[in-house]
């Protein structure tokens, strides 16, 4: 064998071996690569799973920043928290010709609240709360893109029932309305049933839990509900937080001292107690403690109160009526309460009567009293 020959055949070993290696070679590497794309597809929508919250939990944690706006005229309209401040974001036509208002929390503290902005050709106005300095507020997504089929959840007071949730979707974008005095445009048509005393309450993003728009105005027939897109209003209601308005239009005085409405006082008390036991529920043992009157506190502790709810897995009310007694209300409940006893569920039916009364103008749960 010559030479040459040799070295041809060696040389086309060499080919054959280094092609084999570079095929296996690129082979194993798409196939890493393949594996690596499908394993970070995977964690994205694993984690794209995970940042979406329960609806529930979403309405529990908002409900804690959104606030009834009462004024001295009987009228009611929503707000909710904007920033640490203590300032609330609601409709100029909730609080037109107001300077001061009352704000109503969802555990039924209330609070002095001062008109600091107004605007006459936005439906937007701000209200400072001193007691709410330093809470976190609601997180706003002004830069969301919103589409027609997105969730929402509206959240606010109609006809004065406070916390009260509707669901719905996005049925429109870029609509405008009249609605004398304020031209709205580029809002909102909102599916979510809303009524008087919503206005002013936050347009939430089902998947985020973030405030996307005010809700603002409705059209009865059909009942079609309207929301200002949050990115509208923010730069407004920013001067305001920063440099409060010194001149408001139609200002008149709230009277602090007026004389607590009876039917008013029959519907929070009915809500307070719904509030203790959905607080109970998601064992949120501070909120329900702090519901308690003063002498209740000072005569079991929160460690005390704590341990007597903690077998408790739920309570649903099966019946609740309330009663007039003065300056007191007395809430008649019947309670399907489940605990867990040695491993197992034991469910049994309690009648309890709750007195309300008010103190420092809060509604307090003041005694319990078990029927036998």
């Known amino acids: 064998m010559t030479r040459r020959l ?5 040389l086309s070993i060499l080919i054959l071996l280094l092609g084999s290696f570079g095929f296996i070679y690129i082979k194993d590497e798409a196939s890493s690569k393949i594996q690596a794309e499908s394993m970070i597809l995977n964690t994205e929508n694993e984690n794209d799973r995970q940042i979406i919250p329960e609806i529930k939990d979403i309405i529990r944690e908002a409900q804690k920043k959104v606030v009834m706006v009462e004024l001295d005229d009987g009228t009611v309209g929503s707000g909710f928290l904007f920033n640490d401040r203590g300032d609330i974001i609601t409709n100029a036509h909730v609080v037109d010709g107001a300077a001061s208002v009352k704000i109503r929390t969802t555990d039924a503290k209330g609070y002095d609240g001062q008109v600091i902005g107004i605007s006459t050709e936005t439906d937007v106005a701000l209200i400072r709360v001193e007691g709410l300095e330093g809470i976190d507020p609601l997180p706003l997504s002004p ?15 109609p006809l004065g029932f406070q916390n009260t949730v509707t669901t719905g979707i996005i049925s429109g974008t870029d609509r405008e309305l009249h ?3 304020y031209v709205y445009e580029n809002v909102y048509q909102i599916s979510a049933p809303i009524a008087p005393g919503n206005s002013g309450g936050p347009l939430i993003d089902r998947k985020t839990g973030h405030v ?7 059209i009865e027939q059909g009942s079609i509900g309207f929301s200002i897109p ?7 209601v920013n001067v305001w937080s920063e440099t409060p308005m010194r001149n408001l239009p ?24 719904s509030y203790f036991i959905e607080s109970i529920n998601f064992k949120d043992f501070v909120t329900a403690y ?11 502790d929160y460690d005390t109160f704590r341990k007597k709810y903690l077998d408790i897995t739920n309570i649903r009310i099966e019946k609740l009526t309330t009663e007039d007694k003065g300056n007191e209300v007395e809430v008649q409940t019947s309670l399907s309460i489940t605990t867990r006893e040695n491993q197992e569920e034991v469910i049994k039916t309690e009648e309890i009567s709750f007195l309300i009364a008010y103190e420092n103008d809060q509604a307090k749960i003041i005694s319990q009293e078990i029927e036998k």
């Open 290 to 300: 702090s519901l308690l009157g003063s002498d209740w506190q000072s005569e079991m």
């Open 6 to 10: 040799k070295f041809s055949m060696i």
């Open 143 to 157: 830069s969301l893109s919103v589409e027609i089929g997105d969730e929402i959840l509206a959240l606010g007071s």
């Open 250 to 273: 139609s200002i008149k005085s709230f009277d602090v001292s007026q004389q607590i409405d009876k039917n008013k006082m029959l519907e929070t008390s009915d809500y307070v107690i």
């Open 179 to 181: 609605v004398e005095p």
């Open 230 to 236: 949050i990115s509208t209003i923010l730069p407004l």
């Open 212 to 218: 996307i728009g005010i809700n603002s105005a409705r």
